[in-house]
């Protein structure tokens, strides 16, 4: 699929187009190959915002999906979402934007084409394997189906979250200013948050000690 059949593939014209919760999940969920160049290509000229709330309402919809006895796949997939979210909500850089795209198109690969997860009929114990993606939708669809299926995620849990890299510029309205010519600071996701959350409490206890009347 090159970068013209996507965009048919989404029904854009452009994209600056991507702006719906329906487009986002099609890329997410589309089973065709996608190459990287095409995704590139894509979010170069995305709006930023719009891509960044669009991730974050992805995955907190698709976490209802999965099944209540899959906790630490629950806990992976949602830390990829945050992962996801903070690459697109970093600050509105090139090299940030490719960063974006390198780790979605790693993810889409793994959500939709490498997983393994085993779905197990509860009625005649019949084994699938799927994808985490048609899993997920499998696990949606129960209640209309009525289909019972037990579901192991234990071999879709090997996703390497330690290869997200976060701009330092990428949080926070103190953050410093980046220079695409220069070699960037990064960190590592957890340190990222680490600093992220102190920077937020930092910010709460300034703005709780300020006093209007102290003003003059």
């Known amino acids: 699929m090159d970068f013209d059949e996507l965009l048919e593939l989404l029904e854009i014209d452009s994209p600056k187009d991507l702006s719906f919760f329906e487009q986002f999940a099609e890329l997410a969920e589309c089973e065709s190959e996608i190459p990287l160049s095409a995704i590139e290509l894509l979010f170069a000229e995305t709006d930023q915002d719009g891509f960044a709330e669009l991730t974050e309402a992805y995955f907190e ?15 992976l997939f949602m830390s990829i979402g945050k992962a996801l979210h903070g690459l697109a909500s970093a600050a509105d850089t090139l090299r940030n934007r490719q960063d974006f795209a390198e780790e979605f198109f ?5 959500y939709v084409l490498e997983s393994e997860v ?10 699938t394997v799927f994808p985490v993606m048609q899993a997920l939708a499998l696990a949606r669809a ?3 189906t009525g289909e019972e299926l037990r579901y192991d995620f234990s071999d879709a849990l090997d996703y390497n979250l330690d290869g997200y890299i976060m701009p ?3 949080f926070s309205a103190e953050a410093p200013d980046s220079d695409l010519d220069e070699e960037a600071d990064d960190v590592d996701f957890d340190t990222y948050l680490n600093e992220a959350f102190a920077a937020a409490d930092a910010a709460n206890a300034a703005a709780a000690d300020e006093d209007p009347d102290d003003e003059y």
């Open 61 to 75: 919809d698709t976490l209802k999906s999965v099944p209540d006895d899959q906790t630490e796949f629950y806990t």
């Open 106 to 110: 790693r993810f889409r690969n793994w």
């Open 168 to 170: 330092l510029g990428g």
């Open 142 to 144: 129960e209640i209309l």
């Open 118 to 127: 085993v779905c197990t009929s509860e009625e005649n114990g019949t084994e």
